[in-house]
C-alpha cells in the first residue's frame, strides 16, 4: 500500500494528530565509535567502560556501529522508514575536547554533515547536546558536583548552537540528568562510578544549572524560531497501596526522581520535602542565590523517556542506591506481568499516567516523548530475518497509551522510538538489543526487524491500526 492509501485506511483505527513528529532516537557514545578519532578524547564513559568489571563482557564504545563511518547508510535507512525526525546527540569530547575553548573544526564537520544530510532526506534534526559523555578533563576538574561544569556547558552550548545553529532548529539541552547524577555518582553504575550522596545531589543541582544557563545560551545564538527542550526520564511510581506509610514512600521517591528537577525547572525552587528528606546528606549551602531562577529558563517542551513505572512500598533497599537515602524508607516491589531483555516490566498505562500528570502539572508546555522502545533476544534467522514480536506489541501498546492521553487532553507533540540501531547499552555492553534495525557487530551488517517494517507503516498511516 502506498503512503496515501495508508494515511485514508479505515483499518487505522487511532489516527494521530496531523503534525505529529515521528522519530527515532540515539545517542553519540552508544553508536558512533571512532573513539580516537578526529581529535576526539576519552569521555567519562571511555574511561569507565576501560575499567574493570564495570561494563558486562569488558565492552566499550570504540566501535560501536560505526556509526560515525556509516553516516549514510544510517540516514538512508531512516529515509527508508519514513521517520519525519531524527534524535541524536553531539558528543561534547568529539568537538571541545578538553570542556573548553574554541571547537574543533572535523567534530563540528561531522554534526554539520549529519546534519545536512537529515535535511536532505526530508527529516528533522533533533540535538541533544549532552548525553553522558561529559569530557573526562572536565570529570578530572570535579566533574557534575563541581559547579564550574555547568559553566563549561553553557560554553558548549553556545558553541554548538553557533556553529549547527542555521540547520539545527531543535536542541536539548540534557537527556535524563537524573540517571548522569545518580547513576553517575550515587550508586556508580553508570560512569564516573562514584557512590557519593552528596556528589549525587551537587552534581543533580549543578545539571538543573546547567541546563538552565545552556538554555540561555542557545537562545543567545538560535533564531528565535527554534525550539530548546530538556529530557527527563520521570519516574511513574505507584505506591503498592493507599497506607500513609506506602504513600510516603512514593512521596519520597517521586520528590528525589522527579521534583528535583521538575520543580527548578518549571518553578524555580527547589522541592521542600526534598531538601527535609535530604538533610543527613546535605544543606544545599551549595545553591547559590540566582541558580534556581537561571535554572528555569523557559523552555518550548519537555521531553520524557519513559519504559516502565515502579511500585514502592515502605521497607528499605540496599546501598550504595541512586536514592540519596530514600533506600532507608523505600522497598521496590516488582510488578507483576511481562518483562523485556532488560527485566523491566511491560506496563504502557505508566505511560499514560506520566503524560496525564504532566497535563494536568505543567499546562501550556508541549509534551514529546523522547525515547521509549524495549530490548529482547533478537537474532537474525538464516534467511535474514529478524522476528521480534514482542517488540512490536510493546510499541503498539505504548502509542496506544500516548494516543489516549491525546484523546484526555496532553498535549503530546510527537514520538520518538529509542532505538534506531542496536546500540551499546551503557554497563550492559552490546548484551542488549534496543533497535528496531539489526547491527550485527561483527561485520556491522544493519538488518531491517520486523519491528521497523511495523513503525514504517505506522508512520505511513499516520497511527495505528487494530491489532
Ligand atoms: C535511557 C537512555 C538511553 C538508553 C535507554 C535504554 O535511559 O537515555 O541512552 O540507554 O535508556
Redesign the pocket.
Known amino acids: 500500500m502506498t503512503a496515501l492509501d495508508a494515511r485514508t485506511d479505515p483499518a487505522t483505527t487511532l489516527r494521530f494528530p496531523e503534525g505529529f513528529r515521528w522519530g527515532t532516537a540515539t545517542?553519540a557514545y552508544?553508536i558512533e565509535g571512532a573513539a580516537a578519532e578526529d581529535g576526539r578524547t576519552p569521555s567519562i564513559w571511555d574511561t569507565f567502560s576501560r575499567t574493570p568489571g564495570k561494563v558486562r563482557n569488558g565492552d566499550t564504545g570504540d566501535i560501536a556501529a560505526d556509526h560515525y563511518h556509516r553516516l549514510d547508510e544510517d540516514v538512508a535507512l531512516m529515509r527508508r522508514l519514513g521517520v519525519t525526525d531524527y534524535r541524536f546527540s553531539i558528543a561534547w569530547p568529539r568537538v571541545q575536547p578538553t570542556g573548553r575553548g574554541p571547537a574543533v573544526r572535523k567534530g563540528l564537520d561531522f554534526y554539520r554533515r549529519l546534519a545536512d544530510s537529515l535535511l536532505e532526506a526530508g527529516i528533522r534534526p533533533v540535538a541533544t547536546l549532552y548525553?553522558?559523555d561529559l569530557p573526562q578533563e572536565l570529570e578530572d576538574a570535579g566533574g557534575w558536583p563541581h559547579r564550574e561544569t555547568a559553566h563549561r556547558f553553557a560554553e558548549y552550548a553556545g558553541i554548538m548552537a553557533d556553529a549547527l545553529g542555521d540547520r539545527v532548529a531543535t536542541w536539548t539541552t540534557l537527556?535524563?540528568p537524573w540517571?548522569a547524577a545518580f547513576l553517575g555518582y550515587g550508586n556508580g553504575v553508570h560512569a564516573p562510578g562514584r557512590t557519593d550522596d552528596l556528589a549525587a545531589l551537587r552534581a543533580a543541582h549543578h545539571l538543573n544549572l546547567a541546563h538552565g544557563l545552556g538554555a540561555r545560551a542557545l537562545r543567545g545564538a538560535l533564531p528565535a524560531s527554534a525550539e530548546v527542550s530538556l529530557t527527563l526520564?520521570l519516574h511513574a511510581v505507584r505506591a503498592l497501596t493507599q497506607a500513609p506509610e506506602d504513600l510516603d514512600a512514593a512521596r519520597r521517591i517521586d520528590a528525589v526522581g522527579n521534583r528535583i528537577f521538575l520543580d527548578p525547572v518549571f518553578h524555580g525552587r527547589l522541592p521542600e520535602d526534598l531538601v527535609r528528606d535530604t538533610a543527613p546528606v546535605t544543606d544545599w549551602a551549595f545553591v547559590r542565590d540566582g541558580d534556581l531562577e537561571a535554572a528555569a529558563a523557559p523552555i518550548d517542551s519537555l521531553g520524557i523517556?519513559y519504559?516502565s513505572p515502579s511500585v514502592v512500598a515502605a521497607g528499605s533497599s540496599e546501598s550504595p542506591s541512586p536514592w540519596a537515602g530514600a533506600e532507608r524508607h523505600v522497598r521496590f516491589v516488582p510488578a507483576p506481568g511481562p518483562r523485556t531483555a532488560?527485566d523491566w516490566p511491560v506496563d504502557a498505562d505508566g505511560l499514560h499516567e506520566l503524560l496525564i500528570r504532566l497535563r494536568d502539572e505543567l499546562p501550556g508546555v508541549p509534551l514529546v516523548i523522547t525515547?521509549n522502545?524495549a530490548?529482547y533476544d533478537d537474532y537474525a534467522d538464516p534467511s535474514g530475518n529478524v522476528k521480534d514480536p514482542e517488540r512490536v506489541a510493546y510499541l503498539h501498546a505504548h502509542l496506544a497509551a500516548v494516543h489516549r492521553a491525546l484523546e484526555d487532553g496532553a498535549d503530546v507533540r510527537g514520538y520518538f522510538l529509542?532505538?534506531l540501531l542496536d546500540n551499546f547499552?551503557?554497563a550492559y555492553g552490546y548484551s542488549k538489543r534496543?533497535g528496531i534495525v539489526h547491527v550485527d557487530f561483527a561485520t556491522q551488517r544493519r538488518t531491517l526487524k520486523d519491528s521497523a517494517r511495523w513503525y514504517a507503516e505506522v508512520i505511513a498511516r499516520g497511527g495505528l491500526a487494530e491489532e
Open positions: 545517542a552508544q548525553h553522558w537527556n535524563e540517571c526520564n523517556n519504559y532488560m525515547e522502545g530490548a529509542w532505538s547499552e551503557w534496543f
